[in-house]
C-alpha cells in the first residue's frame, strides 16, 4: 500500500512540469503617454519581459526604466533624473494573477477578455491594482495587450507646480507582447 | 534707456536661444560616443547574478563596450533587431540596437565574436543594453 503510494507521489511530483507551462517573452513592448494641456509626452520600451504560467494564470511583468526611449534627449534626462530616478530604482514591475481564468482557456486558440489584479510596483512604491487586457491564443504563443492609467501621485512622482500644464498626472499605458512557451522548466 | 532696453533684449535672446537649443539638444551620436569601459559578456552577467545592486551602482547608464559571441538575433516585425550575447547560462547580455543610427549591418551568425557598445540599463532576466552600435 505505502509502496504503490509512494509511486503515485513520485508520478504526480514528475508529471507536475508538464501540467505547469510557462509562457515567456522578453520583447514586450512597454508605451506610455502623457496628455497635458501644452505638451505631449510619449516614450517606449521593447524590452519588456513577462511570465505566465498557464496552470494557475499567474503573471509577472518587468522593465527597466532605463530603457525607455523618448523623442527629445532633455526629456529622457528629466524622466530619469526628476520623476523616476531611476538610478534608485531601475526598474517597474507587476505581478498579479488573471481573476477570470475560467473565461480564459489558454489551450484554445481565440481572444479572451481577461481581468488580472495584482501589485504594481513604480519608483519603488507598491500599489493594488486592477487591469484589464486581451490574450489572444494562436500559433501555440499568447499575445497580450492592455491599456490602463496611472496617475503620477500613487507612485510619489512629484511634478512640480510650472510643469502641470506640461506632464500630465494621468500616464496612459499600453502593453503588447507575444508569450511564448518557456523552452526550459526554470 | 535705449541703451538698457537692448541690454535686456540681448538677454532675453540669449536665454531663448539657450532655452530652444537645449530643448531640441540631440541625443548622444552613439557611433562617435567613447565607452566608458569594455568588460566581457560573460563576466557583465556574472557580476549582476551575484549581486545587482552593486553591479547596478558600477554599470547602470554607464556606456560600455561588451564582448562575447552570438547567441542569437532578433528582428521584430517593427525592425527593432536584438542581438542575445552568450554567457553560459540561460540568459545573457540582451543588446537592442539603436534606432536613431545606421548599421553596417543587422545580421549575425551565432557563435561569431562581436563587440556591441551601448547603455546599460540594468538586469531584466538578462542584462540589457538600449542605443548599440557595433564596434569594429
Given at each position: 500500500m505505502q509502496k504503490r503510494f509512494l509511486l503515485f507521489a513520485a508520478l504526480i511530483a514528475f508529471s507536475a512540469p508538464a501540467f505547469s507551462q510557462k509562457f515567456f517573452t522578453r520583447d514586450a513592448k512597454v508605451k506610455f503617454f502623457s496628455d497635458a494641456s501644452m505638451e505631449k509626452i510619449e516614450a517606449v520600451s521593447k524590452s519588456g519581459t513577462a511570465v505566465l504560467?498557464?496552470?494557475?494564470?499567474a503573471m509577472e511583468w518587468k522593465v527597466l526604466i532605463k530603457g525607455f526611449l523618448f523623442e527629445k534627449a532633455l526629456m529622457q534626462e528629466h524622466f530619469n533624473?526628476?520623476?523616476?530616478?531611476s538610478s534608485k530604482y531601475p526598474d517597474a514591475t507587476f505581478k498579479g494573477s488573471i481573476t477570470n481564468f475560467s473565461d480564459v482557456n489558454l489551450n484554445k486558440d481565440g481572444a479572451y477578455q481577461a481581468k488580472v489584479k495584482g501589485k504594481m510596483k513604480i519608483h519603488g512604491v507598491e500599489k493594488d491594482m486592477e487591469v484589464s487586457g486581451t490574450i489572444t491564443v494562436g500559433d501555440g504563443a499568447l499575445k497580450i495587450s492592455s491599456e490602463f492609467t496611472v496617475k503620477c501621485t500613487d507612485f510619489n512622482i512629484k511634478i512640480e507646480a510650472a510643469k502641470v500644464a506640461n506632464i500630465s498626472n494621468d500616464i496612459k499605458i499600453t502593453v503588447d507582447a507575444t508569450l511564448n512557451p518557456m523552452k526550459k522548466g526554470n | 534707456m535705449k541703451r538698457i532696453i537692448y541690454l535686456l533684449l540681448a538677454v532675453a535672446f540669449a536665454g531663448g536661444a539657450i532655452g530652444y537649443y537645449l530643448w531640441n539638444k540631440?541625443?548622444?551620436d552613439m557611433q562617435s560616443a567613447k565607452a566608458d569601459l569594455a568588460i566581457d559578456a560573460a563576466a557583465l552577467f556574472n557580476e549582476y547574478s551575484a549581486d545587482e545592486t552593486a553591479a547596478n551602482a558600477k554599470y547602470l547608464d554607464k556606456m560600455i563596450a561588451v564582448s562575447g559571441k552570438v547567441k542569437e538575433t532578433t528582428k521584430a516585425e517593427d525592425g527593432t533587431v536584438k542581438v542575445s550575447l552568450n554567457t553560459g547560462s540561460d540568459f545573457g547580455v540582451l543588446c537592442e540596437l539603436d534606432p536613431l543610427s545606421k548599421h553596417p549591418r543587422t545580421e549575425f551568425t551565432e557563435g561569431e565574436t562581436v563587440t556591441f557598445k551601448g547603455n546599460c540599463t540594468g538586469l531584466n532576466f538578462d542584462v540589457q543594453l538600449t542605443r548599440c552600435v557595433e564596434v569594429k
Open positions: 504560467d498557464a496552470a494557475s494564470g533624473e526628476n520623476y523616476m530616478e | 540631440p541625443h548622444v
